[in-house]
């Protein structure tokens, strides 16, 4: 590759446990280790990966808290950064985006999605106009072909410069023993692995519950972003509380087993902009039942059932449905997987990403 590449993360934590720290680290620390690319760094002062050497890293003072005044002040700080750097391919997730520093660059603006509802749109103005300040300056890198439809309705962009990058899948789920249900300590009808918040929608498939006729064990394993007492509340209220176990956080090889201990995967979110855990759980041949989105139809297409997400009632039909053919043969399990392996694992993943940005 020609151009550097330099990756501006300042909402980077070495400490953070989120998606996007996860495809950072699993796409970037290849390319750095397999010497893919020239590699530069910019992350927030003691957030430096330890997979990439200090010269190679640059490391700038912010407090994600410090409000919008904090953020304009960073945002000079990189635009000075940035013009002293020799030209190269700079992705940024950072806003506001210091065009000034990135107007010598091939400026890629890292956008996983945008929230359209009503609520999110009033509150994303300002993002969404410094997206569509891109549509003459620089390129969108983002996560589905689903958002890369949405961000060209929303921010009235060019498809052309929008790059797709998927989510990769770990190898420890990729390689974990399909339909082995003996290394878990208790199994589960249903399991749903979800943060706490409302678009999740851990509410309707509650009230799917009763619906389903015979009684089913539910698991959910998830972060509490805050929604979790509504949901308990809701399960008294319906008093289901010996049908729903709430799980805490677990290694990724611990997760392959539950994934596999359990019958059916469900994913009845209002809004996703991928939706990794449906393909985790067809990596460990578990059928998945899920909303209806767009982006899980595009992610998963046949490999899945597929119901209203905003109706308990359509919610309770799918699942009953799938429980009552739950069990996929040995070949169709590996099928699923290698449907995965060949869309979603990292090294391919890395491979198309680069290839289009040589393209730039």
Known sequence: MENKIVILSMYYRNNSITATKKIFDEVWSRV????LAKLLLIVPKGNRPDWIAKDSCIEVSYNNNSGFLGRLNVSKKLNHILWNLPRSIVINDFFPVPFTGLSKHIHVQFVP?????????LRHIGFIQQISKMRNSGYVLTISETSKKEIVDFCNLNSKNIIVSYCGISNVIL??????????????????????????????????LPMIGTPIKLALLGKDLGYRTKVESLIGKLELQDRVDFLEPVSESELANLYSCSRIFV??????GFGMPVVEALATGTPVVCSNLPVFREI??????????ENPVSIARVLKSSLESSDLSVNQALAAREYVKQKFSWDTIVGKLLAQLNEL
Not at 113 to 121: A, C, D, K, Q, V
Not at 267 to 272: A, Q
């Open 32 to 35: 750095y280790n397999k010497n």
């Open 113 to 121: 999605h945008i929230y359209t509802s009503r609520e999110s749109w």
């Open 175 to 208: 390689q974990s023993k399909v339909i082995d249900k003996s290394s878990y300590i208790k199994n589960y009808d249903v399991l749903y692995v979800a943060t706490f918040i409302r678009r999740k929608n851990h509410m309707n498939l509650i009230k799917a």
């Open 267 to 272: 994913s009845p979110s209002l809004r996703e």
């Open 300 to 309: 998963a297409g046949s490999w899945a059932s597929y119901f209203d997400p």
